[in-house]
């Protein structure tokens, strides 16, 4: 399975939501709807998302590349313990 598909389904199981931007607008904002998150992303070269929790408050965010390799997709996050978490990236203080 691709890294960020791995990323979508963790930060969804968390009750986190999920905007992504396509490089000209919010294709989704602030969804929790795994469909419409993965088709965004996958219409497009490289998006960017930003995980939030329910309250708004921003966890982070992500650069995905979706025709890279499957671990490779995920091409950079912020450097935080819940996004290298979700990301399956290691976290060094």
């Given at each position: 399975m691709k890294a960020y598909l791995?990323?979508?389904?963790?930060a969804l199981k968390e009750n986190l939501?999920?905007?992504?931007?396509?490089?000209?607008?919010w294709a989704v904002k602030k969804s929790n709807k795994y469909?419409?998150?993965?088709d965004?992303?996958?219409s497009v070269e490289e998006a960017q998302i930003i995980v939030r929790n329910l309250q708004?408050?921003?966890?982070?965010?992500?650069l995905i590349i979706p025709d890279l390799e499957p671990d490779e997709?995920?091409?950079?996050?912020?450097?935080n313990p819940?996004?290298?978490?979700l990301?399956?990236?290691e976290y060094t203080n």
């Open positions: 791995t990323l979508i389904k963790k939501v999920i905007s992504v931007f396509d490089g000209e607008e469909t419409d998150i993965k965004a992303i996958e708004g408050d921003k966890i982070g965010w992500a997709t995920i091409a950079d996050c912020s450097h819940k996004m290298c978490e990301c399956d990236f």
